[in-house]
């Protein structure tokens, strides 16, 4: 199936470039814009749920087809296209792979994207100050999750093992957005396995368009 890719969503959101990163990385020519036929969309209305029903971002739109959650994304446009195979074979190093995609898009994105990175970006204290007394409170989960995480990839180069796979593409945007935050450094100090596992992660060429951009 030939037909054109479309990411809905703006392209800062975390789950936007998991999705963008995947299409990065098979090869996968696409555009990423929050609007339809020219109009720009508001979450939440008519024509958004009607491509993600929750009233999230991202959704994907192929054609007459449209998908909407992360993960589910990723292995459709895995399964969908030719290139590098984003998800094992094996059914049961499948399922780790679905096991950590999950996982991340729910506890560690929760932790460190909803309750600590987006203080960050959209403050919500006096004048739009950063709310300090809630990165404070946050930051202890955000620790639990990333020793979680350094815990799994352990000596392997990837989330799941020696191969790249879309759950590495769920992880990268998250590490990538919190190596910017004033903590990064003790959250995530050089020579780690995190910030080495991100470096790693950005010297992908997938990483060129899919972590930079800022639409
Ligand atoms: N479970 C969803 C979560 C998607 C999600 O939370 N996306 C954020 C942007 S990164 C969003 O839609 N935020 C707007 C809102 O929650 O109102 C997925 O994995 O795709």
């Given at each position: 199936?030939?037909a ?40 939440n209305?008519?024509?958004h ?5 929750f009233?999230k ?6 054609g007459e087809?449209?998908?909407?959650e992360?993960?589910?994304?990723c ?17 049961y ?5 679905d096991?950590?995609?999950?996982a991340?898009?729910?506890y560690?994105?929760?932790a460190?994207?909803?309750q600590?990175l ?14 300090l ?22 000596d ?6 020696s191969e790249?796979?879309?759950a ?27 910030m080495?596992?991100l ?9 060129v ?5 800022d639409?």
């Amino acid at each position: 199936m030939s037909a054109k890719v479309h990411i809905l969503g703006p392209t800062f959101s975390s789950f936007v470039r998991s999705v963008m990163l995947c299409c990065e990385e098979k090869g996968i020519s696409y555009e990423t814009k929050f609007e339809i036929d020219g109009q720009p969309l508001s979450l939440n209305d008519e024509t958004h749920l009607q491509y993600h029903p929750f009233g999230k971002i991202p959704a994907l739109i192929h054609g007459e087809r449209s998908v909407f959650e992360t993960a589910t994304i990723c292995r459709y446009l895995d399964a969908t296209f030719d290139g590098p195979a984003l998800q094992p074979t094996d059914i049961y190093q499948r399922a780790e792979v679905d096991e950590w995609a999950a996982a991340l898009s729910i506890y560690v994105d929760k932790a460190i994207v909803r309750q600590y990175l987006l203080e960050f970006a959209f403050p919500k204290g006096p004048e739009g100050q950063v709310r300090l007394d809630k990165v404070t409170e946050a930051e202890p989960e955000v620790a639990r999750m990333l020793s979680i995480v350094e815990k799994q990839l352990g000596d392997n180069d990837f989330i799941c093992g020696s191969e790249y796979t879309y759950a590495d593409a769920i992880l990268t945007p998250m590490l990538d957005y919190l190596s910017g935050t004033p903590n990064a450094t003790s959250l995530m100090p050089n020579n780690s396995v995190l910030m080495d596992y991100l470096l790693r992660m950005r010297a992908r060429p997938s990483a060129v368009n899919a972590l930079t951009s800022d639409s």
